[in-house]
């Protein structure tokens, strides 16, 4: 009989479509040559995405891994949403067909469909062709203790969660100020949040959800979902914590400009700020940025986009003399580096000259930050980052909060980035418990992907139950 194999439904950016293969990847080498994978492909919304994609498969398709991709028609995207969530859940929904028809065609027996967490209108697809559907969980354990709460909160909760006097009750987490919700949940009107309390909901109806976290990060969250706190009344699907999943790139022949300008800086000196693949900065913010900077004394490398193109998405290449204020690269020559386009984070990370981490919280730069020990001070920007910035400072203890103003686009004043600058670099009681507690997420990271860790022993017995269901359905 031919191998079975596990169908990947992944979206594509950044964040989401090379954690999604990595899992896979790894899913299939847990199975020892028991399990293929299959990859199937929405056409990406936009051609910058679309590019980016085909450079993945390209390489993967020459890895010699039992990997293949499926490309799927093209559908006419929604043009009426008002968000990212409704889009991405819309233009998933669109494509049913298609998935349904490229998964029949299939020439082996299908294992399970292993769906990036907006195409949960695919479990339908699924049950179906009576094959199992598993999401994949790209973002941490207390969002996603706070995403299957939802549907009972929003039955509980009649006002705008704004709204609300105090915290909030998410079971596995500490109190939650509602001001630390994730951006759908702040708008019950909106379309966003519609669609985030039904994926909520039907992530319960999952076979099982593979959470790119681990068992040591996020215990109290595991935990309470394991328990069936976050879902009363209804059985919770099987959570498998299997992270840090991060693709690792072999390094570059040539050294990148920002790894050698890091090279000349002393150890733990220098504090990285980037954005991750979405983030940018008007004039105005950057001026306010570089003034912190300059006030704080440290040694910096910033990663610095500007404004997208009028009608597109994507942060452009930052022109620095239009975004800096005068004479702030000469004043900050040798202490400081803007790079203006995208950098090897990863890498940078890794680097002995980085002390601390100014990001916008996206879990996969969180994951990043934590394998090699960094501590962060999250400056949230988009999605779910509010809610990343308080599971960092007030769950996890690795961050040093900082004051990030929601109600005015998360604009931080100069004075408060020098502040927290000062703080996760070096300066008091708040950044030392930061870098310890770091340090000790950088130790559990590494033991929980090892060989007989929390997450390997996850990844095998989500690959055995995989093995052993193939068929029987
Ligand atoms: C797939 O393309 C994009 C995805 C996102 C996006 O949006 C988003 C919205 C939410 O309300 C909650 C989310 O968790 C979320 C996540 C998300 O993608 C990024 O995912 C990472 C791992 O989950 C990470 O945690 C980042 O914070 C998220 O930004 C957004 C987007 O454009 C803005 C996309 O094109
Ligand atoms: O200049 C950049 C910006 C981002 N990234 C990578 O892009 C991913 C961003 O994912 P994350 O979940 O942090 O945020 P998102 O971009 O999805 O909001 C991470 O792997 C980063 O290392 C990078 O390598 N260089």
């Given at each position: 009989?031919?191998?079975?194999?596990?169908?990947?439904?992944?979206?594509?950016?950044?964040?989401?479509?090379?954690?999604?293969?990595?899992?896979?990847?790894?899913?299939?080498?847990?199975?020892?040559?028991?399990?293929?994978?299959?990859?199937?492909?929405?056409?990406?919304?936009?051609?910058?995405?679309?590019?980016?994609?085909?450079?993945?498969?390209?390489?993967?398709?020459?890895?010699?891994?039992?990997?293949?991709?499926?490309?799927?028609?093209?559908?006419?995207?929604?043009?009426?949403?008002?968000?990212?969530?409704?889009?991405?859940?819309?233009?998933?929904?669109?494509?049913?067909?298609?998935?349904?028809?490229?998964?029949?065609?299939?020439?082996?027996?299908?294992?399970?469909?292993?769906?990036?967490?907006?195409?949960?209108?695919?479990?339908?697809?699924?049950?179906?062709?009576?094959?199992?559907?598993?999401?994949?969980?790209?973002?941490?354990?207390?969002?996603?203790?706070?995403?299957?709460?939802?549907?009972?909160?929003?039955?509980?909760v009649t006002v705008e969660f704004e709204e609300v006097?105090?915290?909030?009750?998410?079971?596995?987490?500490?109190?939650?100020?509602p001001?630390?919700f994730?951006?759908?949940v702040m708008d019950k009107k909106n379309?966003?949040y519609?669609?985030?309390?039904?994926?909520?909901?039907?992530?319960?109806?999952?076979?099982?959800?593979?959470?790119?976290?681990?068992?040591?990060?996020?215990?109290?969250?595991?935990?309470?979902?394991?328990?069936?706190?976050?879902?009363?009344?209804?059985?919770?699907?099987?959570?498998?914590?299997?992270?840090?999943?991060?693709?690792?790139?072999?390094?570059?022949?040539?050294?990148?400009?920002?790894?050698?300008?890091?090279?000349?800086?002393?150890?733990?000196?220098?504090?990285?700020?980037?954005?991750?693949?979405?983030?940018?900065?008007?004039?105005?913010?950057?001026?306010?940025?570089?003034?912190?900077?300059?006030?704080?004394?440290?040694?910096?490398?910033?990663?610095?986009?500007?404004?997208?193109?009028?009608?597109?998405?994507?942060?452009?290449?930052?022109?620095?003399?239009?975004?800096?204020?005068?004479?702030?690269?000469?004043?900050?020559?040798?202490?400081?580096?803007?790079?203006?386009?995208?950098?090897?984070?990863?890498?940078?990370?890794?680097?002995?000259?980085?002390?601390?981490?100014?990001?916008?919280?996206?879990?996969?730069?969180?994951?990043?930050?934590?394998?090699?020990?960094?501590?962060?001070?999250?400056?949230?920007?988009?999605?779910?980052?509010?809610?990343?910035?308080?599971?960092?400072?007030?769950?996890?203890?690795?961050?040093?909060?900082?004051?990030?103003?929601?109600?005015?686009?998360?604009?931080?004043?100069?004075?408060?980035?020098?502040?927290?600058?000062?703080?996760?670099?070096?300066?008091?009681?708040?950044?030392?418990?930061?870098?310890?507690?770091?340090?000790?997420?950088?130790?559990?990271?590494?033991?929980?992907?090892?060989?007989?860790?929390?997450?390997?022993?996850?990844?095998?017995?989500?690959?055995?139950?995989?093995?052993?269901?193939?068929?029987?359905?």
């Amino acid at each position: 009989m031919a191998t079975p194999t596990v169908v990947l439904l992944p979206l594509w950016s950044a964040g989401h479509l090379m954690s999604l293969l990595e899992a896979g990847k790894r899913l299939l080498d847990r199975a020892g040559g028991r399990l293929s994978l299959t990859v199937l492909v929405i056409p990406p919304p936009t051609e910058q995405l679309a590019a980016e994609v085909e450079g993945h498969i390209r390489r993967e398709e020459a890895s010699g891994l039992d990997v293949r991709f499926v490309r799927l028609p093209a559908v006419e995207p929604p043009t009426d949403f008002r968000g990212i969530e409704e889009f991405l859940s819309r233009l998933v929904q669109m494509h049913a067909p298609d998935v349904r028809a490229a998964v029949a065609a299939l020439p082996c027996p299908v294992a399970a469909l292993v769906l990036d967490f907006f195409c949960t209108t695919l479990i339908d697809v699924a049950r179906d062709l009576a094959v199992p559907a598993y999401v994949y969980f790209t973002t941490n354990a207390a969002m996603l203790a706070l995403m299957l709460r939802l549907p009972a909160l929003h039955e509980e909760v009649t006002v705008e969660f704004e709204e609300v006097e105090g915290d909030v009750d998410v079971p596995g987490l500490p109190p939650v100020p509602p001001s630390s919700f994730p951006m759908p949940v702040m708008d019950k009107k909106n379309p966003n949040y519609t669609w985030f309390v039904y994926h909520g909901r039907r992530f319960a109806e999952a076979d099982g959800i593979i959470v790119n976290t681990a068992a040591e990060l996020e215990r109290s969250a595991l935990a309470a979902i394991a328990d069936g706190r976050c879902t009363p009344g209804v059985r919770p699907p099987t959570v498998y914590p299997i992270g840090p999943v991060i693709s690792f790139a072999p390094p570059s022949e040539q050294p990148h400009e920002c790894v050698r300008w890091l090279d000349a800086q002393p150890k733990a000196s220098v504090v990285l700020l980037c954005f991750g693949s979405g983030g940018f900065f008007t004039a105005p913010r950057a001026h306010e940025i570089a003034h912190g900077l300059e006030r704080s004394g440290h040694r910096f490398l910033w990663v610095l986009r500007g404004p997208p193109e009028p009608g597109a998405r994507h942060p452009t290449d930052a022109n620095l003399a239009e975004l800096l204020p005068d004479g702030f690269l000469e004043r900050t020559k040798g202490r400081g580096l803007v790079w203006p386009t995208w950098a090897p984070q990863k890498e940078i990370l890794g680097h002995a000259a980085v002390g601390g981490f100014v990001t916008h919280g996206g879990w996969n730069s969180v994951l990043e930050s934590l394998w090699h020990g960094v501590p962060l001070a999250p400056w949230p920007l988009y999605a779910e980052q509010h809610t990343n910035a308080f599971t960092l400072v007030a769950a996890m203890g690795v961050a040093v909060a900082m004051k990030v103003d929601r109600k005015r686009d998360n604009f931080v004043e100069a004075a408060e980035l020098e502040r927290a600058v000062k703080e996760l670099m070096g300066g008091g009681e708040e950044g030392r418990k930061a870098r310890e507690k770091a340090m000790e997420m950088k130790a559990a990271c590494r033991n929980a992907v090892k060989e007989g860790g929390s997450s390997d022993a996850a990844l095998r017995r989500l690959a055995e139950q995989l093995v052993s269901t193939n068929g029987e359905l």
